[in-house]
Every structure is written in structure tokens, then in C-alpha cells.
């Protein structure tokens, strides 16, 4: 029986981690995800191109490790060897450094505001993968979500930790809508969503944002489970981002922490216990009701 797409998902990251261990393998799977990137270079990548930009100097010693990818990493072709989806997730991950580099800063002072007490003391540290923002005002946790190591070494190379929290912002967003309509972001199966109510509503909790309700989504396939405020479940409906734009509430333009409508902690107001339902309020005269099944719909005056 031929592996489904969620095994072979799942199967990458093992196979990330066995490839890792062989720095021959992992310079072949590097040096062709390089060669795709590169008008330059030929791909597919003819075998000599290959042991080339691979550095392995004893081309038996090449051959021998390239035959052990050609299958299930790499397809060979008339025109020389490429990547296949397995290989190639791979050595994206060997590429994002999941496995590999552990960069580490802060608490840096940010740029911007507190959504939720709008002193501007926020905070940006990141450290085992996990970048979180926190203000220093009302030592409230405004974010905190996992970042790949690698890309954040590369972010920070390129423009320091104001870009490296720009792609954040970024990603987490597209993370958020996509767990919001029930699409893990890391494996693609599919999500449980639901809202739930917060243990301990106290601000300083770990959770941080002072909800007595948050979004979550689960994942049975890789068991991701993500928590995020109800107000960024607005991120999967473009509808209710355009009404706001609408009613002059800019929801794209600052990093998602730094907007009270969708962080901060006197916008939701829990409006339903059986099912649980959650009010957010985008202004005076508009407010989004997220139902229990993360449905979103609107009230304008
Ligand atoms: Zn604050
Ligand atoms: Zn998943």
C-alpha cells in the first residue's frame, strides 16, 4: 500500500533528522536545494555539477552516498539528479536549521506600542526555537510562537531583529488563518477548531493576553496544538479585514501584537457559555461574534 500524504509529512521530518547524522547526504540534499534556487546552475544537476557544489572530494565516496538518496530523496533523470517532495522537505528543514543552528537574543526593546496598555516598553526575546514578544509595562506575554532557527539566523543577518520580527509577523498570520480553517500549518492535515475557555484568567499567566477565551486548533495528524486570541481568528475571514478597513481599523498594517482589536484584552467579551461564543469589538459601531465553531459573523450600526 503506497504511504499517504500525511506519513510521508511525517516521514520528512525523521528522515531530516537520520540524513542530519551523514554531513555527505546532508551537503548533497544542500547543494541541490542551492542548485534549484540558482538560475545559474543546471537542474536537474548533472552528476559532476553535483559532487562539485557538494564538496565531497573522493567521488567514490560521492557516488556511494548519492545512490543511497536516489529513491526516496532524489530522482535521477537523463539531465542528472533532482529532488523529490521528501527530499526536498528535507532539506528545507536542514535549510531552516530546525535540527541544526540555535541562534538566541533579547529581551531586546522592540519597536511600537502595547496593544494592550499602549506604553511603548515591548520586549522581543527568542531562544529554542520560540520567539516571543512581551511588554515591560504591564508585563503582559502579547506573543509567543515558534520560529525556525536557521531562517532567524538569516533574518537577523539580513536586517537585524526588526526584520526577523517582520517575517513573524508574517508567518504567524498566515499560521493562525490557516489552523483557523482547519489546515495544520506544519503538516497540512486536517484541524479540530474550537473555542475554549482559559484556566486562571490572571494577566501574567503564561497565556498572557487576560481572555477568559481563546481560538484553539488541533491537529490529528501531527498532533500540532495551537492557541492563539480570539481576536486573530479575524485573520481567516479577508471579508471582516476589508469591513474594518472599511470603518478606518488598519488590522495588516502593525505586527499583529501591537493591535488591540486583535490582541488586546478589553475587546473580547465572552457572550455565550452553552455553546461558548466570544464578542470582539472592533470600534464602537462594529463587533464580530466567533462562535464556538470559530464562525465569524458581524454587527455594524
Ligand atoms: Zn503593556
Ligand atoms: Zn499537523
Request: aromatic share 6%; charged share 20%.
Amino acid at each position: 500500500m503506497p504511504a499517504s500524504d500525511d506519513d510521508t509529512d511525517a516521514d520528512a521530518a525523521a528522515d531530516a533528522f537520520a540524513l542530519a547524522g551523514n554531513e555527505h547526504r546532508v551537503a548533497i540534499l544542500r547543494a541541490l536545494l542551492a542548485a534549484h534556487a540558482d538560475p545559474e546552475t543546471p537542474y536537474p544537476t548533472p552528476f559532476a555539477v553535483l559532487r562539485d557544489r557538494a564538496g565531497v572530494d573522493v567521488s567514490a565516496q560521492f557516488a556511494y552516498h548519492l545512490d543511497a538518496l536516489v529513491g526516496p530523496f532524489v530522482a535521477r533523470t537523463d539531465d542528472g539528479y533532482r529532488l523529490r517532495y521528501p527530499g526536498w522537505k528535507a532539506a528545507a528543514a536542514l535549510a531552516a536549521g530546525t535540527y541544526t543552528d540555535q541562534p538566541a537574543f533579547g529581551p531586546t526593546r522592540s519597536r511600537g506600542e502595547c496593544a494592550h496598555c499602549r506604553t511603548a516598553a515591548l520586549h522581543a526575546s527568542y531562544g529554542d526555537a520560540w520567539l516571543t514578544v512581551a511588554c515591560h509595562g504591564c508585563e503582559r506575554v502579547l506573543t509567543r510562537y515558534p520560529f525556525p532557527p536557521g531562517a532567524a539566523a538569516a533574518h537577523l543577518d539580513d536586517g537585524g531583529v526588526d526584520a526577523l520580527l517582520a517575517a513573524f509577523d508574517d508567518r504567524t498570520r498566515s499560521h493562525f488563518a490557516l489552523g483557523v480553517d482547519g489546515v495544520c500549518p506544519e503538516c497540512a492535515g486536517p484541524m479540530r477548531t474550537r473555542l475554549a475557555r482559559v484556566e486562571g484568567e490572571n494577566p501574567t499567566d503564561t497565556r498572557g493576553d487576560g481572555h477568559a477565551v481563546q481560538a484553539v486548533a488541533d491537529c490529528e495528524t501531527c498532533g500540532n496544538h495551537l492557541t492563539l486570541p480570539v481576536g486573530c481568528v479575524l485573520l481567516a475571514d479577508p471579508r471582516t479585514v476589508a469591513l474594518a478597513a472599511d470603518h478606518g481599523i488598519d488590522l495588516v498594517e502593525r505586527p499583529y501584537w501591537q493591535v488591540p482589536q486583535l490582541v488586546g484584552d478589553a475587546r473580547v467579551e465572552r457572550t455565550g457559555t452553552d455553546p461558548l461564543e466570544a464578542t470582539v469589538s472592533l470600534d464602537a459601531d462594529m463587533t464580530v461574534t466567533v462562535t464556538a465553531d470559530l464562525d465569524v459573523t458581524h454587527t455594524t450600526d
